[in-house]
């Protein structure tokens, strides 16, 4: 059985760091693109930012030059590292695995095959 358990979320004050974990199981975790998404009370769920079985990443506007995806193949665990924290950033954060992406879909939840349970991130002003 595939499992992904996402651990690491808690309260931060604007500025600081946290890094996000996800410990992943049942899965070739080095041959699946591996991605985070977020998502914030009454609103959608928004794409974070992947990395994809070819060593490549791609990042979300809103994230990109704070959040940095790391992968620890011998772990089976990937990370989120979160720098310059906004309270804008405050969602509940979900990682996500898929065995096929294309450049063109990769920001769509539709195209990931597994979920983790999601842990709580917020940011104080």
């Known amino acids: 059985q595939v499992q992904l358990l996402e651990s690491g979320g808690g309260l931060v004050q604007a500025g600081g760091s946290l890094r996000l974990s996800c410990a992943a199981s049942?899965?070739?975790?080095?041959?699946?693109?591996m991605a985070w998404f977020r998502q914030a009370p009454g609103k959608e769920r928004q794409f974070v930012g992947v990395?994809?079985?070819?060593?490549?990443?791609y990042y979300a506007d809103s994230v990109k030059g704070r959040f940095t995806i790391f992968r620890d193949n011998a772990k089976n665990t990937a990370y989120l590292q979160m720098t310059s924290l906004k309270p804008d950033d405050t969602a509940v954060y979900y990682c996500a695995a898929a065995s096929s992406l294309r450049s063109s879909t990769l920001v769509y939840d539709s195209n990931y095959d597994y979920w983790g349970q999601g842990t709580q991130v917020t940011v104080s002003s």
């Open positions: 049942g899965l070739p975790f080095s041959t699946y693109g």
């Open positions: 990395y994809r079985r070819g060593g490549t990443t």
